[in-house]
T-cell receptor, first 114, second 116 residues
Framework: DGGITQSPKYLFRKEGQNVTLSCEQN?????MYWYRQDPGQGLRLIYY???????QKGDIAEGYSVSREKKESFPLTVTSAQKNPTAFYLC?????????????FGQGTRLTVV | AQKITQTQPGMFVQEKEAVTLDCTYD???????LFWYKQPSSGEMIFLIY??????QNATEGRYSLNFQKARKSANLVISASQLGDSAMYFC?????????????FGSGTRLQVQP
């Protein structure tokens, strides 16, 4: 079945460490996105990529980095510069970026700083 | 200014009754799309319904319908005949065409609880 796979489901990080969240899709979608969700809040855009080897900052990109070396993969690195990284992270993809394009989401990664 | 506003942090509804979840949006684009997603406690986002800004008819998908009032910039979700499984967070989202960024922008969500 086609879909988006995020791993790991739960991740614990010590302060000062970088961690990388994985996002893989087999939907052959061009565009991919990373969102952050805090408890009881909506989703906020971190980074997005419309094509391979290109990505753009979203609303809260500080302390995060991404790469898009392959169409199916869009990993997110949470760096030590991110002051409050504990949150739920969701990866999404769309076939394109037309206004009517539905976004498909992964199951999410819950990151906790210990 | 908030692009998407959901003013109801939480809603209760009796099983089998209808419920309306409010959403207002702010855009200067003429072409845009409005979406509703459901997020159960497990965390995944489930697409429910889509409405395009040029669509003259309100969108419907099974028990879900979207009450689209373009002049008022509102896109309320109506769930008919609520079921216990409808208990979840519901998010309204928008994608604008004319701005450079076309990622979905989400509201803060409404937590719906269906009571037996």
């Amino acid at each position: 079945d086609g879909g988006i796979t995020q791993s790991p489901k739960y991740l614990f990080r010590k302060e000062g460490q970088n961690v990388t969240l994985s996002c893989e899709q087999n939907l052959n979608h061009d565009a991919m996105y990373w969102y952050r969700q805090d408890p009881g809040q909506g989703l906020r855009l971190i980074y997005y990529s419309q094509i391979v080897n290109d990505f753009q900052k979203g609303d809260i990109a500080e302390g995060y980095s991404v790469s898009r070396e392959k169409k199916e993969s869009f990993p997110l690195t949470v760096t030590s510069a991110q002051k409050n990284p504990t949150a739920f992270y969701l990866c999404a993809s769309t076939r394109g970026m037309a206004r009517n394009t539905e976004a498909f989401f992964g199951q999410g990664t819950r990151l906790t700083v210990v | 200014a908030q692009k998407i506003t959901q003013t109801q942090p939480g809603m209760f509804v009796q099983e089998k009754e209808a419920v309306t979840l409010d959403c207002t949006y702010d855009t200067s684009d003429q072409s845009y799309g409005l979406f509703w997603y459901k997020q159960p406690s497990s965390g995944e986002m489930i697409f429910l319904i889509y409405q395009g800004s040029y669509d003259e008819q309100n969108a419907t998908e099974g028990r879900y319908s979207l009450n689209f009032q373009k002049a008022r910039k509102s896109a309320n979700l109506v769930i008919s005949a609520s079921q216990l499984g409808d208990s979840a967070m519901y998010f309204c989202a928008m994608r604008e065409k004319d701005t450079g960024r076309r990622a979905l922008t989400f509201g803060s969500g409404t937590r719906l609880q269906v009571q037996p």
